[in-house]
């Protein structure tokens, strides 16, 4: 039984069976939790759709945050670091080729000098 | 049951059945395209199920060997070869038996998968037959135990992966990325010919056992040493020499590219295999143990923060998969920087390289599995591109689950596989330095912000009107998933398991020259 779920991680060790249960029993506390909400709320009626300030809700369409407009502040945090990463994929074959070879060599100091 | 015959043979069968099959796929599709559905899928079950039964029995026999041509399929050292071993043959240790395993699963997850996803499409003669090639290439190179035949081997499988990667041509587009992959594999491949070139040279040997027991560690076998390394680390992805790989795993059909993460993993067991069972502590092992441990964290690091902004799945993906390859050259260079302190070995060494071999299994399947997520996202919308997604999640429920247990798999979420791998890097590497784990943490945090995004791309917001029609994919892709979904899941709830049978045996092999070089020359020339 040991041996088929604890797995011994060199410091310490992760049994998934215990942390399965452990969510389990979390989700019958939020279950529980959620029983004990708006008994009023009716599916399907006007109750789901959003309050926008009193102003029309836009198509659905509309409304989805698309994949361009996530982590624009992490990306602009990061601005400096992608400004020098990203020219760096050229996409052209001779720079991919050069550092090949450019690493070969490094690698080929590095083993020797420290032989 | 199973006939003597096929299990003494088996290490020769696993690459002939799909070889043949191969060049039978395109005559059988001109008879009728469901005769070489037969043949190709029955080829590769075939081919999964002797894999896995010579799997099964070298963790149950120890190392196996097939030497072909020979009197009886062990005589690796005949009478009157004056001690060489002249014959080619196959040596199957724990760790090959290991990259069977994962070769043998994703392959025919794949297949399974293709035989719907691409059945609209022409030239499917020539797909399953470099398909069929692309996995002889894998499984001959994980089992070889002779280095020109792993050579051979290599060219075989980046022959087949670039006529797959144009095999779209997509406006040229996949023809330029196959082309790239293509010269950088030939220059890689003839780097490693010059390696062998030299071994051959100086020790009048191909045998990886042989040339390992007579290697002196002279400036020549320095050169070859590094000749193999920048090779095969480019050939995996790690940075910086991962310039191919976005755009190779992008413009390849989904189920290749899932071939693909496999195919880059047998680069790796190759560089593995290389500093382990040919060097060993020849070399200086914390020098080249340190350059696989930064080739693994600039790796990581790179990958996830260029994956971060791309806008195509695919793309996206491709960069975590030169990430998820950072963990494993972690891992494993951890453990072959402290390979010649056997007290340091004992304490996190050993540890953190079954992290990084544990590691290479769970990436082949989750990584396997989005790959395939965003190839049946692909079969229903036609893009990749995440800024035109949006909603799937009300039609392509399944496709949906799928792409969570990727997703939190690749994260390290608990209680996937990829969680119980990482936890085991973490710690070990945390004992050698702990910067570097936490690094790998940092790492693992940029993964689960940057697949919340992909997520919440694809599948969350309201039905998009564009996609209103949109269905889940037939079964049969469905069920390729699910085998790679059910393989996460399980080797999730029972990591100890896995580890116990497969991977430490495989770190224990990989670690071991000697019991490498005895099972092959028996003690001695």
Redesign the interface.
């Given at each position: 039984m040991d041996?088929?779920?604890?797995?011994?991680?060199?410091?310490?060790f992760?049994n998934?069976?215990l942390?399965?249960l452990g969510a389990a029993v979390a989700g019958v506390i939020a279950l529980i939790l959620y029983s004990l909400g708006e008994k009023g709320y009716r599916k399907g009626t006007a109750q789901e759709d959003p309050f926008i300030s009193g102003n029309p809700e836009p198509e659905?369409?509309l409304?989805?945050?698309?994949?361009?407009n996530?982590?624009w502040g992490?990306?602009d945090a990061?601005n400096g670091?992608?400004r020098r990463?990203?020219p760096?994929?050229t996409?052209d074959?001779h720079?991919?080729?050069l550092?090949?070879m450019g690493?070969?060599a490094l690698?080929?100091v590095?083993?020797?000098v420290?032989? | 049951m199973i006939p003597p015959f096929v299990i003494e043979n088996s290490p020769a069968l696993m690459v002939i059945v799909p070889f043949v099959a191969a060049f039978i796929a395109p005559f059988s599709g001109r008879v009728a395209p469901a005769l070489r559905a037969l043949v190709v899928g029955g080829a590769m079950a075939i081919t999964s199920a002797i894999t896995l039964l010579l799997a099964s029995d070298v963790y149950a026999h120890g190392t196996r060997l097939y030497v072909f041509g020979a009197q009886a399929a062990t005589l690796a050292v005949p009478p009157d070869s004056g001690g060489i071993p002249v014959r080619i043959m196959f040596t199957v240790d724990p760790m090959s038996a290991l990259m069977l395993v994962i070769t043998a699963i994703s392959a025919f997850a794949v297949v399974l998968y293709s035989l719907t996803s691409e059945r609209h499409h022409s030239g499917l003669g020539s797909y399953y037959t470099l398909f069929l090639l692309m996995v002889t290439g894998i499984l001959g190179m994980v089992s070889t135990g002779d280095i020109f035949n792993f050579f051979v081997f290599l060219e075989i499988l980046s022959i087949a992966s670039a006529g797959l990667i144009a095999f779209r041509i997509d406006g040229g587009v996949a023809v330029e990325a196959a082309i790239k992959y293509f010269v950088l594999s030939t220059i890689g491949a003839l780097a490693i010919l010059f390696a062998i070139g030299i071994y051959y040279g100086e020790y009048n040997a191909l045998n990886m056992a042989l040339i390992a027991q007579r290697m002196q560690f002279t400036l020549l076998d320095q050169l070859a040493l590094v000749l193999i390394i920048a090779a095969l680390a480019m050939k995996c992805g790690a940075v910086p020499m991962h310039f191919w790989t976005p755009d190779a795993y992008s413009m390849a059909p989904s189920s290749i590219t899932a071939l693909l993460v496999v195919a880059s993993q047998a680069s790796l067991y190759g560089l593995f295999r290389t500093v382990f069972s040919l060097y060993n502590i020849a070399l200086n092992a914390a020098c080249v143990g340190w350059l696989i441990i930064i080739l693994g964290v600039l790796s990581m690091v790179v990958g996830v923060t260029m994956a971060i902004p791309q806008k195509n799945v695919k793309r996206l993906m491709a960069y975590h998969a030169i990430s998820q390859t950072g963990y494993m050259l972690l891992g494993v260079g951890v453990g072959l920087a402290v390979l010649g302190n056997q007290p340091l070995l004992d304490a996190f060494g050993y540890m953190a390289m079954e992290g990084g071999i544990f590691h290479i299994i769970n990436h082949a399947m989750y990584k396997g599995l989005l790959f395939l997520t965003a190839g049946a996202i692909f079969f229903r919308i036609g893009t990749y591109d995440l800024n035109k997604m949006g909603g799937l999640g009300h039609s392509m429920k399944w496709t949906m689950i799928f792409f969570i247990i990727g997703a939190l798999a690749i994260a390290g979420i608990p209680p996937f596989n990829g969680f119980a791998s990482k936890l085991m890097i973490y710690e070990s590497v945390f004992a050698f330095n702990p910067v570097l784990s936490v690094i790998a943490m940092v790492v693992s945090i940029l993964t689960l912000a940057s697949f919340v995004k992909v997520f919440h791309s694809i599948f969350m917001g309201p039905v998009l009107p564009e996609y209103k029609d949109v269905r889940e994919v037939p079964r049969p892709m469905l069920a390729g998933m699910g085998i790679l979904a059910l393989v996460v899941i399980l080797f999730g709830i029972f990591p100890s398991l896995v580890v116990e049978t497969l991977v430490a045996p495989a770190a224990h092999a990989l670690a071991d020259q000697g019991m490498y070089i005895a099972a092959v020359i028996g003690g001695g020339v």
């Open positions: 041996m088929l779920f604890t797995l011994d991680t060199g410091a310490g992760w998934p069976v942390w399965i659905k369409g409304v989805h945050v698309r994949s361009g996530l982590y992490f990306l990061m670091y992608y990463l990203v760096l994929h996409g074959l720079d991919y080729v550092w090949y690493m070969t690698f080929l590095v083993v020797v420290f032989r | -």
